[in-house]
């Protein structure tokens, strides 16, 4: 059997390097009976139209970015939130691990046709745009691309900018044209995307972590065959490691990389003026919580608590 597994990033990102540690296992683990097809961004369609494929049965695996999946489920629209994940990305890394985060979102997922696999944080968002973002006032009028779902467009109308809803393969031609003014994505994507070529300065807030969920279709999954559901279960298992340390290394590397071309300007923010947009930043947690009512409630809720505990368990 041939498993497909889209991807909404190219070759050598961190979702590439994550399908292919897939393949590997789980093909090894089969002895060859089941193989995986890996299709980079751009051979199926866009973020959204891989989502349909999976909910619709005609691919078993893909990448889902909550910041495009929250029209269709309100809940993931937490992960475009800012300042809600801790700043120790290592907390954060156990806590998408968990399976306590991954059962609450199991049913708003299977509501959808889809089962989730689990969630892959890819490292800290950055923010490229023509100017420094030093405060939320330097967003005024600034037109900020956004992954395609309204939740993901909230956080930067509350700094002031003009957000739109755009396509991953269309980011780079519109900084280009300048019909837009920035973008926002970990600092592997900006590199391999290209778009340190059209952005004068990326801005280091340290927002969120950039989360990817791996997605299949419910049905196919409750049907595989026992032993194939485990191969597929131990395979996601051991690549979530593998996956972390693939983005920390090509985000260190690609920000060194763009550093020394000279390509751009990077600027971080320091503790104050990350606060002012941690504050600006939280009425969207009110935003988030009418549209996702009391699933929403108590999915936030739960988190916070996960991360108390955890940074808790850390410290002592
Ligand atoms: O910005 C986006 O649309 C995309 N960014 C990354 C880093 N991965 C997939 C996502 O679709």
Do not use: C, I, Q, W
């Given at each position: 059997v041939t498993w497909r597994f889209a991807l909404e990033e190219i070759e050598g990102s961190v979702q590439h390097a994550y399908a292919e540690a897939l393949k590997e296992r789980i093909e090894e683990r089969s002895d060859g009976r089941i193989e995986i097809d890996i299709f980079p961004y751009g051979s199926l369609g866009t973020s959204a139209q891989l989502t349909e494929l999976v909910r619709n049965g005609s691919i078993s695996l893909a990448f889902a970015s909550p910041g495009h999946l929250a029209n269709t489920i309100?809940?993931?629209?937490?992960?475009?939130?800012?300042?809600?994940?801790?700043?120790d990305a290592d907390v954060t890394r156990e806590i998408l691990a968990s399976a306590e985060l991954l059962e609450l979102f199991e049913s708003p997922y299977a509501n959808q046709?889809?089962?989730?696999l689990g969630f892959v944080p890819e490292g800290w968002m950055a923010w490229t745009a023509n100017?420094?973002?030093?405060?939320?006032?330097?967003?005024?009028g600034q037109r900020i691309r956004t992954m395609t779902s309204d939740m993901a467009e909230e956080t930067f109308r509350a700094y002031g900018a003009e957000p739109s809803q755009i396509p991953y393969s269309q980011v780079y031609s519109d900084l280009q044209l300048r019909k837009i003014d920035g973008q926002s994505n970990p600092v592997f994507a900006i590199e391999e995307m290209d778009f340190y070529e059209v952005q004068t300065t990326m801005t280091l807030a340290r927002p969120a972590q950039f989360v990817a969920s791996v997605v299949s279709n419910l049905e196919w999954y409750d049907a595989l065959p026992e032993n194939q559901q485990q191969w597929l279960d131990n395979g996601l298992k051991d690549v979530a490691q593998i996956a972390w340390e693939t983005q920390e290394e090509l985000n260190q590397t690609r920000l060194e990389q763009m550093l020394e071309g000279g390509h751009m300007k990077v600027v971080r923010l320091t503790d104050s003026e990350r606060e002012a947009f941690r504050e600006a930043s939280m009425p969207v947690r009110d935003i988030y919580l009418e549209r996702t009512g009391e699933s929403g409630q108590r999915i936030l809720g739960r988190l916070n608590q996960l991360i108390e505990q955890t940074e808790t368990r850390k410290q002592s």
């Open positions: 309100p809940e993931v629209g937490l992960f475009t939130l800012h300042y809600v994940l801790p700043d046709n889809m089962k989730l100017k420094a973002l030093r405060s939320p006032e330097d967003f005024t």
